[in-house]
């Protein structure tokens, strides 16, 4: 991609040029050169390019662009670089993202099937899910994990199906009847030491901690639909999924280019998205500010198609202009493998504060994270709903026992 169709910064990587130029829905003329250029240097290496790739969920995408180039571009083919190396080196692992990825969307829709045959609504997001609706291929997009969001009154039930079907909880049955315990989470792991697949049932999208607000939007209102294997699976529709999207990478400072890639995606390949719904959503979960950002970033790496109105607000307004450099230079690592830890959250803590729509959303983020609740402190007592209060006060005891349990430990 060339420098001066990025608006934020103008000093990328080689590197990171390359892996965007190789995500591109159709590379242009520059982003071909950028490609031949950094694939014929001397210093090209092709197992850091590999790794690279894969570290920002894209490998996929990087082997069809090649592939694809090799066959349809002279100028590659008559390149210095064998071509054909760097392809035979990228190739085992393509094919093994493609066997993974297709073992996981046949045990989604297992899942699924499951759930539906004991009366569970669930929505697929996320994983299989979003490659099909977003690429409009499963073997597109890397995931590790599945994503399920169901009804939190059915976690108890959820739970004795999944561990029936052998899979594994990381907490115990009693924590799913647990208001408290639901509350601080968002989530919880199943895994399947056999097929080795992870499975995340949600109850809600996000941990409080990060947004409490996107509890209030209906995930269930008019579920969208995606077709694989022949199955319809129902997932979030696609004005609900784009605002998730953008909160989710936010959530992640946007550390992965793949996350920036599944929103342009995503916007290509919806034939009507409803951008007025999107910002009514984004209203409500107060994350306007989260929407936009991913949007911005999403148009300046890869050109994507948005009303003029979007672009127009997006390139006057600083703080989004100011958010996008500072994901641009985390994502070239510039600064970031050189910080403390302390500085690393101090950076995250900057963001995230930055990121909030209201003042009362920016106290609340505060105080989440100065004063955080985590889980070990509801798995000490099952305090009823109307007295959750009463974990805040408990938790600095608890650390100061786990702090003399330490000493006591290492004096004996």
């Known amino acids: 991609m060339p420098n001066n169709q990025l608006e934020t910064t103008t000093d990328l990587s080689d590197e990171l040029q390359f892996l ?31 790794s690279l790739a894969s570290s920002h969920g894209i490998l996929p995408l990087v082997y069809k662009t090649i592939s694809k180039l090799s066959h349809d571009d002279s100028s590659i083919q008559n390149s210095k670089f064998n071509i054909q190396h760097f392809l035979s080196e990228l190739k085992p692992y393509y094919m093994a993202i493609v066997q993974k990825n297709m073992l996981m969307s046949a045990e989604l829709i297992r899942i699924m099937k499951l759930f539906e045959d ?28 599945l994503d399920i969001y169901v009804h939190r009154k059915d976690m108890v039930q959820i739970s004795e199906i999944l561990s029936h079907d052998r899979y594994d909880s990381r907490v115990e049955l009693k924590y799913f009847s647990n208001d408290a315990f639901l509350n601080v989470n968002s989530d919880v792991q199943f895994y399947h030491k056999n097929q080795s697949v992870l499975i995340e049932i949600h109850w809600t ?3 409080s ?38 909160m989710h990478g936010s959530k992640h400072i946007w550390e992965r280019i793949e996350w920036i890639v599944d929103i342009d995606k995503l916007i290509r390949i919806s034939s009507k998205i409803d951008w007025k719904e999107v910002y009514r959503l984004s209203d409500i979960a107060n994350g306007k500010t989260m929407l936009e950002l991913g949007l911005n970033l999403s148009s300046v ?24 450099s500072d994901v641009l230079t985390t994502l070239d690592k510039k600064e970031y493998f050189s910080d403390t830890e302390l500085q690393k959250n101090y950076r995250h803590f900057r963001f995230h504060l930055s990121l909030r729509d209201t003042v009362g959303d920016k106290i609340s983020y505060i105080g989440k994270t100065l004063f955080p609740l985590k889980s070990s402190d509801i798995e000490i007592i099952n305090f009823p709903k109307g007295l959750l209060f009463l974990y805040y006060f408990l938790r600095p005891f608890r650390l100061l026992g786990k702090y003399f349990q330490k000493v006591f430990t290492k004096n004996h």
């Not at 829905?25 to 982003?31: F, G, M, V």
């Not at 509890?215 to 605002?243: A, C, H, R």
């Open 301 to 324: 790496l890869f050109q994507t198609p948005l009303p003029d109105e979007i672009k127009k607000n997006n390139t006057k307004n600083k703080m989004i202009s100011q958010l996008s």
């Open 205 to 207: 999208v996000f941990r």
């Open 20 to 50: 965007i130029a190789c995500c591109q829905t159709e590379a242009s003329k520059e982003d071909i050169s950028q490609i031949i250029q950094h694939i014929q240097h001397s210093t090209f290496n092709i197992q850091h390019s590999i």
């Open 209 to 246: 901690a990060f947004s409490n607000t996107m509890k209030k939007i209906d995930l269930w209102e008019n579920p969208g639909k995606v077709l694989m294997q022949n199955y319809e699976l129902s997932t979030f529709k696609t004005e609900t999924l784009l605002l998730y999207l953008c």
């Open 118 to 145: 004991n009366n569970i609504e669930a929505l697929a997001f996320k994983g299989p899910a979003l490659s099909q609706m977003a690429y409009g291929d499963i073997t597109l997009r890397q995931y590790s994990d």
